[in-house]
C-alpha cells in the first residue's frame, strides 16, 4: 500500500488532464499576485534518489510525494486481503527563487491546485477514475483527510515551501 498509493497520488498530478499544471490556471490568487509556473517534474522517493536527499531537482518548480502517515491495517491476517486506513502520502513543493515571498505565494497556490487534483481523482464527474487509483493491486479507495501548509524550509539549492498531507482508505485487490 506504501509504495502504491505514492505512485497513484504522483501518476494523478503528472496527468495532463487532472494533474497540478491542469489545476493552476483554475486557483482564485490575490490581485498582483501572478500565476505560479507550471510544476516541471513530479518525482517520487521510490523512483529517484534525490528525493532522499533532498538534492536539487533536475528542474525547479518540482513535486516530491513521499510516504506520510503510517497505515492502519484492518482484517490483516484475518483475512487474505489487506484494507488499510488513515494512510498517508506527502506532497513537497520545491522551488528556487530570488524571492523567498513570491517562492511561498507560489507554493501555497501550487499545493492547492495539488489538493484540487486529488480531489478530482475521486470524482467521476471530474475526469477521475477507479482504474486511475489502482497499481499493482492496491487501489486507493476514498480520500478521508488533509493538512496542509507553508514550510518555508531552506535547503543548500532551494527550498521546500509548501506542503500538503493526504490520507486514504484503500484496499487490495488480489484473489
Do not use: C
Amino acid at each position: 500500500m506504501i509504495v502504491e498509493s505514492v505512485k497513484i497520488v504522483a501518476d494523478a498530478l503528472a496527468d495532463a488532464t487532472i494533474g497540478v499544471n491542469a489545476q493552476i490556471p483554475t486557483v482564485p490568487r490575490f490581485a498582483g499576485h501572478d500565476q505560479p509556473p507550471n510544476v516541471k517534474n513530479v518525482l517520487t522517493i521510490f523512483d529517484d534518489e534525490r528525493t532522499a536527499s533532498e538534492e536539487d531537482p533536475a528542474d525547479w518548480p518540482a513535486l516530491i510525494v513521499t510516504v506520510g502517515t503510517p497505515w492502519s491495517l484492518d482484517g490483516f491476517p484475518l483475512t487474505d486481503n489487506l484494507q488499510g486506513r488513515g494512510g498517508g502520502v506527502s506532497v513537497l513543493y520545491y522551488t528556487r527563487k530570488p524571492d523567498y515571498e513570491v517562492a511561498l505565494r507560489d507554493g501555497y497556490y501550487t499545493i492547492r491546485a495539488a489538493l484540487w487534483t486529488l480531489v478530482d481523482l475521486f470524482d467521476p464527474g471530474r475526469a477521475g477514475s477507479e482504474a486511475d487509483r489502482v497499481q499493482n493491486g492496491i487501489q486507493l479507495e476514498a480520500l478521508t483527510g488533509h493538512t496542509m501548509g507553508l514550510t518555508g524550509r531552506r535547503l543548500d539549492s532551494g527550498a521546500v515551501t509548501a506542503r500538503l498531507d493526504s490520507q486514504f482508505q484503500a484496499r487490495e485487490l488480489l484473489p
